[in-house]
Every structure is written in C-alpha cells, then in structure tokens.
C-alpha cells in the first residue's frame, strides 16, 4: 500500500540523499534513519507497527517525540528503497489523518 509522491517530495528526497554524498560517495555506509509521522499519538504505534509488517518493512524502533512517530530503520540511503518508504509511510499517514513529515539519517 502506498501513495504516489509529487515531482518535489521526490526531488527533496533525492537532495537530501546527495548531502551525504560529501562523506559517503558510494553512500555504502549504514545511517540510522527516522523517518517521521507527525501529530500521531503513542496509540497509533500498534497499527504503524501492523502497517509496516504488513508491507514487509524492516525497522529497528518505533518512538514516540512530543506529537510525533519516528520509524527507526538502519539503512543504506538507496534511493528506490527510500522513496519506497515514504510512499508507503505516506500513504498509512494519509489514510489516518496524520503527516508523513520526512526523515533524518545519523551516522
């Protein structure tokens, strides 16, 4: 199950993976990446945690920041596999009446 990104929701991901480029140029490294529900509350962890099973996405952690999910994956950042993500977390977030609100990677 997912949604269909717009041109810019690609392209911002596609940007954000070529800030890594610098230290990482093959981007062969695993970062820890949180991708982001927004205003979702800690009783939407069970269904995320359905959603991604269901749609075999491997995570590490899901936690819960203010008002916000963070879906904690060890990834490399391949871009296919990145924009497959946030369609898909797009998607769950849409159909719940929450944001898909983007991600962070860390080293």
Do not use: C
């Not at 990446?33 to 962890?45: G, P």
């Not at 099973?53 to 963070?70: A, C, H, P, R, V």
């Not at 490399?76 to 898909?100: C, P, Q, R, V, W």
């Amino acid at each position: 199950m997912k949604s269909e990104l717009t041109k810019n929701e690609i392209q911002a991901t596609l940007d954000a993976i070529d800030r890594f480029r610098p230290n990482d140029p093959g981007l062969e490294k695993t970062y820890e990446v949180e991708f982001v529900i927004a205003h979702a509350d800690s009783s939407t962890q069970n269904s995320i945690d359905s959603f991604l099973n269901q749609n075999e996405i491997t995570f590490k952690n899901l936690k819960t920041s203010g008002s916000d999910i963070l879906v904690i994956i060890d990834m490399k950042l391949d871009k296919d596999k990145m924009l497959a993500i946030e369609s898909s977390l797009t998607y769950f977030a849409n159909k719940h009446g929450f944001k898909y609100d983007g991600w962070g990677a860390f080293e």
